[in-house]
């Protein structure tokens, strides 16, 4: 089974400043994909990226974009130009094509100062 | 587009009592997923549907937790009986399945938040 890391439990960020929140992956599929959610604090998920793992560029959504190292099994969100709508909890997840499960990491809590 | 619905959004019952979810999924999407997230963690998955078929719930707590997809639309999670560690926000997501276009986000509902007392 697939498994997700985020080992950062918490991060704050100046408004305006760029920030980058990690994740890394245990997998021995050779097809899946990587995706960011955010969570505020009224709990609905956002999905805000996706990356799969055959493609060469990395993914670019706006203000996020993923620094996707496959070799290193890392996904890496970062958001440029943080805004103070930016304060929430992030999660990274995988989906592994051979079985279509969705698993996802322990979160990271961001806060945007300003 | 109407999103994933789910009901009730709040539920306190007492351990040992029994409650159920409903979740109500996007139109045509295939795959459906039940996830338990406890206060300051991930989701963790709990069963995985494809249509009205079981493709995992290896992590479903078996003695107590149960789900169903009838007709592959509509499905219920029910927990009997509760424990106080059931305590936690249950979210229903879904997407399109395999065979569909690979690379879609699951869409989540705004979630049941369950406390047991």
């Known amino acids: 089974a697939q498994k997700i890391t985020q080992t950062q439990p918490g991060m704050f960020v100046q408004e305006k400043e760029a920030v980058t929140l990690d994740c890394t992956y245990d997998?021995?599929?050779?097809?899946?994909?990587l995706f960011w959610y955010k969570q505020p604090s009224s709990g609905e998920m956002i999905f805000l990226i996706y990356q799969g793992s055959y493609d060469e560029q990395n993914a670019t959504e706006g203000r996020y974009s993923l620094n996707f190292q496959k070799a290193r099994k890392s996904a890496n969100l970062v958001i440029s130009a943080s805004q103070l709508g930016d304060s929430a909890m992030y999660f990274c997840?995988?989906?592994?094509?051979?079985?279509?499960?969705?698993?996802f990491g322990a979160g990271t809590r961001l806060t945007v100062k300003p | 587009e109407a999103g994933v619905a789910q009901s009730p959004r709040y539920k306190i019952i007492e351990k040992r009592q029994s409650v159920a979810f409903w979740c109500n999924p996007i139109s045509g999407h295939a795959t459906l997923y039940w996830y338990q997230q406890i206060l300051g963690q991930g989701p963790k998955l709990l069963i995985q549907f494809q249509n009205n078929g079981v493709v995992d719930d290896s992590q479903l707590p078996k003695d107590r937790f149960s789900a169903e997809r009838l007709k592959g639309v509509d499905s219920t999670l029910k927990i009997q009986p509760a424990k106080l560690e059931d305590s936690a926000v249950y979210l229903c997501?879904?997407?399109?399945?395999?065979?569909?276009?690979?690379?879609?986000?699951?869409?989540f509902g705004q979630g049941t938040r369950l406390t047991v007392v």
């Open positions: 997998t021995s599929d050779q097809s899946y994909g």
């Open positions: 997501a879904s997407r399109l399945g395999p065979g569909q276009i690979m690379n879609t986000e699951a869409f």
């Open positions: 997840a995988m989906r592994a094509y051979n079985n279509n499960d969705m698993r």
